[in-house]
């Protein structure tokens, strides 16, 4: 009796430590599923921030991308304006100088100094180089352009164009058919007395205008004198100019030709 009692004893305890083991292992399992839960969502936020992050980072890398883009041609631009600026100071300087050694003949009424078309250019009356009608040279157009070119071949690595101008009043003869041989034949025998006086040869050009370059209209008389003029003009060095190593680039021929 003893021993069954023994053993009834013995079955309830280990029901009951039984049920204690299963209630702990579910609050355990619950547990375990509450901590999994968690870490799932802590685990989708962080992958949600990422894919923020990451999108962050490519705007911020395309946003770099077009700063230094843009700052390239900000450079770019600045480094062009520095080299205009600098070609505007060289002609400016270059233009005083010429004025400076042609002082003496602009002083006394013989000859200008101008910019036009931003072309450095000295010109001359016609009136006081040849005789109505000729392309001679009078012995004082002589002396004037043998102190020209004294001067112009102290100006080194330039090239001059010698430009012939007239007035609207038709020339006909049998040496001047029309002003454009007039003009032409007035430039040429003043590039020939420029190289007689030590201008060098390869350095001076020349080019008739006739009467379609008027500086004023051909109204009046005083008008038609200031048309009839004969201008050397400084030949721009397009070697200095701001894109001249790019317009090279389409000036070389083509590799695979």
């Known amino acids: ?39 799932n969502e802590l685990l989708t936020k962080s992958n949600t921030q990422i894919q923020e992050l990451e999108q962050k980072l490519v705007s911020i890398t395309k946003d770099r991308g077009q700063l230094k883009t843009n700052l390239d041609e900000l450079n770019k631009a600045m480094a062009e304006m520095k080299e205009r600026r600098a070609q505007e100071q060289k002609l400016i300087q270059e233009f005083k100088d010429l004025t400076l050694k042609f002082k003496s003949l602009t002083d006394s009424g013989t000859l200008s100094v101008r910019i036009e078309d931003g072309k450095m250019m000295v010109s001359l009356g016609s009136d006081i180089l040849f005789a109505s009608g000729s392309a001679t040279l009078s012995a004082e157009g002589k002396k004037t352009i043998a102190e020209i070119s004294k001067r112009l071949a102290e100006i080194p690595k330039k090239q001059y164009q010698v430009e012939g101008h007239t007035d609207n009043i038709p020339i006909k003869t049998a040496v001047f058919p029309s002003n454009w041989e007039l003009a032409s034949a007035r430039a040429l025998s003043v590039v ?62 083509s590799a695979k030709q």
């Open 1 to 39: 009796m003893k021993s069954f009692v023994s053993l009834f004893v013995a079955a309830i305890a280990l029901g009951q430590i039984s049920c204690v083991s299963k209630s702990k292992h579910v609050d355990e399992v619950n547990r375990y599923e509450e901590q999994l839960k968690t870490k």
């Open 192 to 253: 020939r007395n420029l190289i007689e006086s030590g201008l060098e040869p390869n350095r001076v050009s020349a080019a008739s205008f006739a009467e379609t370059h008027s500086v004023t209209p051909n109204d009046t008389p005083e008008s038609r004198a200031k048309n009839r003029r004969i201008e050397i003009v400084v030949v721009p060095n397009l070697e200095s100019l701001p894109g001249y190593e790019e317009l090279q680039k389409y000036t070389q021929p």
